[in-house]
């Protein structure tokens, strides 16, 4: 049986290391430089938990604890501040209330513009949400109005919670509760069902957004429709009219549009395997997909933290959202019954989850059917079939994800460049080498590795901003940083030759064939589009006006030392990776070279590490075997120990055996000893109609069954408890008459 699950398991492995895209190795190592980079650090003495939160032309708004920073968006120097401290008495009761003086403090949350020169800015206030209105003047904010900013604003700085502004109204995601059990979204009046788990249950909000006549929300959730066969959190969409203004009577307060549905970003297969948790999206993309016009939504997703540690950047298309929530809806019929798809024929008129001019005006069945019937049955398919990026790694997993949406490079096709962060402070750069030839699959291309904070720091927010005609900058912030970064490194003295440059497939890149350097597109740059001026191949990596160059393993070789505090200041690259064959890529379909990116390279392939499980097994199961028939043959038990029935049985097999050891020494003599002593004997007068008569009775003993005592039949004979008794011990005590004895006389045998 080991044998079998030993060699299970081995073709289970072989079958793993088939199916399972391994992670794709970065092009690119390269670390920060002072040139490159513009940091703010806030104020030094404590953590800001910085979140990043609007634009405001030239300038970001970052707000953090107790301010709200206005920085310039070249160089990330501070303009003003908007500085608000939660009053003392709010201090005080929410340290009453056990929470300690680091989350005591106002915590800005929410930042939205109302119109030109006014902001909302809502607060966690020592977790007592609050809302402020500002009038924007030259030097400063002016406070026009305050409110409370309960199932607007987070209680918790450490909560997911979402918000976005649209028709002059803000619509919110997030806990309406102190204690965070109270999952709401809500746009005044109206908000979810309270402690409705069909609904909302336990949710983690990632984003919002708004799309035609939509708002739709992405958050993770602990899935109702998983929990009779255990515990899992899935990723959701859901989405409200913007038009929805309540049902009448009990509807009043509470959407009559409220849909949500299944985000599914996995790996295809008999079996898939799912990235079940949504960690963070962007903003609606729209391009162009193997010929097909497509808004996109790209999301970072996770496994469970007590599973394997894998992440994946999935990609959604708006026309597929829109259709799943056209489809059919989701029901359990019974307590403990499977969730299954609900009969069309169920559907009320006029359909659930649509928007209507008045939705006050709908009947009872529209809306008692969108209270039970809220979840969709189909899922949202990822746009591309599958993951576009996959990283199994155990030093981190993805947080955030920013997109610079269809950059162009030199003949006229667009890609998307992704900007990843991790939560250990690594930033990659990925693309999908051939979205601009097809949408039904993906090529993973990891050009660019960066660590950009301190290891252990995670990536709390990225964007893409661009400052008029000036190069496009990437913002990250963490807990405590705020970095500008520049998005490329194609000017890098390490690229010294076009099949280096191109080998990057870099759509910020491309050689240039008038200036033998590498170069980066640049509005001063009007021969970009024209392939005979500049040459680049993102989709294969290489190009046939580019000689093969030196292998480049040879140009900063991983040995050359990633972190090497001399090359910290320059912020020059670290490291060029090629294929083997110095091209850069190749002209099949199966994409770059994929190799671990994080661990160190494997010693043992899988194909070894199962044969090596399989015959330690098989010897364990051989020394095992051996050392218990030794121990089986040497080591005896005692006697005792092997009675079958020691309690219930024990006179009789003790005389057994006391049989077979006198047998097997036939000279021992008997010796009988005689000794009557008193004792009190109840011994009742037998009657003719006593219910004595009817008791079952002792069989008669026979003594010439016996072999080893012969005794005199007349003179002995056996009571109920197999003594020998003697007949004139019984025949004097039922002389007596008043059913007593005072004697027995009983024969002893000693051997």
Same mark, same amino acid.
């Given at each position: 049986m080991l044998v079998l699950r030993c060699a299970l398991l081995a073709a289970l492995l072989a079958v793993a290391a088939a199916a399972w895209q391994e992670n794709v190795r970065p092009k690119v190592f390269a670390q920060l430089g002072v040139d490159d980079t513009h940091k703010f650090l806030g104020n030094e003495t404590h953590t800001d938990y910085f979140r990043l939160l609007l634009r405001d032309g030239n300038y970001l708004l970052v707000g953090g604890r107790n301010v709200v920073y206005n920085l310039s968006l070249t160089d990330l120097t501070e303009q003003r501040r908007l500085v608000w401290y939660s009053p003392e008495n709010d201090v005080k009761m929410c340290v009453v209330k056990g929470k300690d003086e680091e989350s005591c403090q106002n915590y800005i949350r929410v930042l939205v513009s109302l119109g030109p020169g006014r902001l909302l800015v809502c607060g966690t206030n020592s977790f007592r949400p609050y809302c402020r209105e500002y009038s924007v003047q030259r030097e400063s904010y002016h406070m026009e109005r305050e409110k409370s900013g309960q199932a607007v604003c987070p209680y918790d700085p450490e909560h997911n919670s979402t918000a976005v502004y649209a028709d002059g109204e803000l619509y919110s995601g997030t806990v309406a509760d102190f204690s965070g059990m109270e999952p709401i979204i809500y746009r005044e009046p109206l908000q979810t069902e309270p402690y409705d788990s069909m609904t909302l249950n336990a949710p983690d909000f990632v984003n919002s957004l708004v799309h035609g006549n939509f708002v739709y929300f992405f958050f993770r959730e602990t899935a109702v429709e998983y929990i009779n066969c255990g515990k899992s959190v899935f990723s959701r969409v859901a989405r409200v009219c913007r038009d929805d203004r309540g049902g009448p009577h009990r509807f009043k307060q509470r959407w009559t549009s409220f849909l949500k549905s299944r985000l599914n970003c996995s790996v295809a297969g008999d079996f898939p395997f799912y990235f079940n948790e949504i960690q963070s999206t962007t903003e609606l993309i729209e391009g162009v997909y193997g010929g097909l016009n497509a808004q996109l939504i790209y999301g970072t997703f996770t496994t469970p933290p007590n599973s394997i540690s894998g992440s994946a950047v999935c990609a959604f298309s708006m026309q597929d959202i829109a259709d799943t929530f056209e489809g059919t809806f989701k029901e359990q019929s019974a307590l403990n019954a499977n969730w299954l798809p609900v009969n069309s024929a169920k559907v009320p008129e006029p359909r659930p989850g649509t928007c209507h001019n008045d939705s006050r005006q709908l009947p009872d069945p529209t809306l008692n059917f969108i209270k039970a019937h809220a979840l969709m049955?189909?899922?949202?398919?990822?746009?591309?079939?599958?993951?576009?990026?996959?990283?199994?790694?155990?030093?981190?997993?993805?947080?955030?994800?920013?997109?610079?949406?269809?950059?162009?490079?030199?003949?006229?096709?667009?890609?998307?460049?992704?900007?990843?962060?991790?939560?250990?402070?690594?930033?990659?750069?990925?693309?999908?080498?051939?979205?601009?030839?097809?949408?039904?699959?993906?090529?993973?291309?990891?050009?660019?590795?960066? !660590?950009?904070?301190? #290891? &252990? @720091?995670?990536?709390?927010?990225?964007?893409?901003?661009? %400052? /008029?005609?000036?190069?496009?900058?990437?913002?990250?912030?963490?807990?405590?940083?705020?970095?500008?970064?520049?998005?490329?490194?194609?000017?890098?003295?390490?690229?010294?030759?076009?099949?280096?440059?191109?080998?990057?497939?870099?759509?910020?890149?491309?050689?240039?064939?008038?200036?033998?350097?590498?170069?980066?597109?640049?509005?001063?740059?009007?021969?970009?589009?024209?392939?005979?001026?500049?040459? !680049?191949?993102?989709? #294969? &990596? @290489?190009?046939?006006?580019?000689?093969?160059?030196?292998? %480049? /393993?040879?140009?900063?070789?991983?040995?050359?030392?990633?972190?090497?505090?001399?090359?910290?200041?320059?912020?020059?690259?670290?490291?060029?990776v090629q294929d083997k064959d110095g091209k850069g890529g190749s002209n099949n379909n199966e994409g770059p070279e994929v190799l671990a990116a994080d661990p160190p390279p494997a010693a043992y392939s899988v194909e070894t590490l199962a044969l090596a499980v399989a015959a330690g097994a098989l010897a364990a199961l051989g020394a095992g075997f051996a050392a218990g028939y030794v121990c089986g043959r040497r080591c005896k038990k005692d006697d005792d120990d092997n009675m079958p029935y020691p309690d219930t049985e024990y006179e009789y097999f003790e005389q057994r055996q006391n049989i077979n050891r006198i047998q097997a020494e036939p000279k021992l003599l008997q010796q009988v000893e005689e000794v009557t002593y008193a004792e009190p004997v109840l011994a009742p007068q037998p009657k003719p109609a006593s219910p004595r008569a009817t008791l079952r009775k002792h069989p008669p003993y026979h003594p010439h069954h016996e072999t080893l005592f012969q005794f005199q039949p007349d003179a002995y004979r056996r009571d109920n408890f197999g003594t020998l008794r003697s007949h004139q011990g019984d025949g004097y005590r039922r002389g007596n008459d008043n059913g007593f004895s005072t004697t027995r006389s009983v024969k002893k045998v000693y051997l």
């Open positions: 049955d189909e899922s949202v398919p990822a746009f591309f079939g599958e993951p576009i990026v996959i990283r199994t790694s155990f030093h981190y997993r993805f947080t955030q994800i920013a997109v610079d949406p269809q950059v162009k490079t030199p003949g006229g096709k667009a890609y998307d460049v992704l900007f990843i962060g991790t939560d250990n402070g690594k930033i990659i750069k990925a693309i999908n080498a051939v979205s601009y030839d097809s949408n039904k699959r993906a090529v993973p291309v990891v050009i660019e590795e960066l !660590q950009a904070f301190a #290891t &252990g @720091s995670p990536v709390r927010a990225l964007r893409v901003a661009r %400052a /008029g005609r000036d190069a496009a900058r990437l913002i990250a912030v963490s807990d405590r940083e705020v970095l500008s970064l520049r998005l490329h490194r194609c000017s890098s003295d390490k690229i010294s030759s076009c099949s280096e440059c191109v080998a990057l497939q870099d759509p910020y890149c491309a050689w240039d064939k008038q200036a033998g350097r590498c170069r980066a597109y640049s509005h001063g740059v009007s021969r970009w589009l024209d392939e005979n001026s500049f040459y !680049q191949s993102v989709s #294969t &990596g @290489s190009h046939t006006a580019c000689p093969h160059s030196k292998d %480049a /393993g040879a140009v900063g070789g991983l040995s050359s030392g990633l972190y090497d505090d001399a090359r910290e200041t320059k912020g020059e690259v670290i490291n060029i």
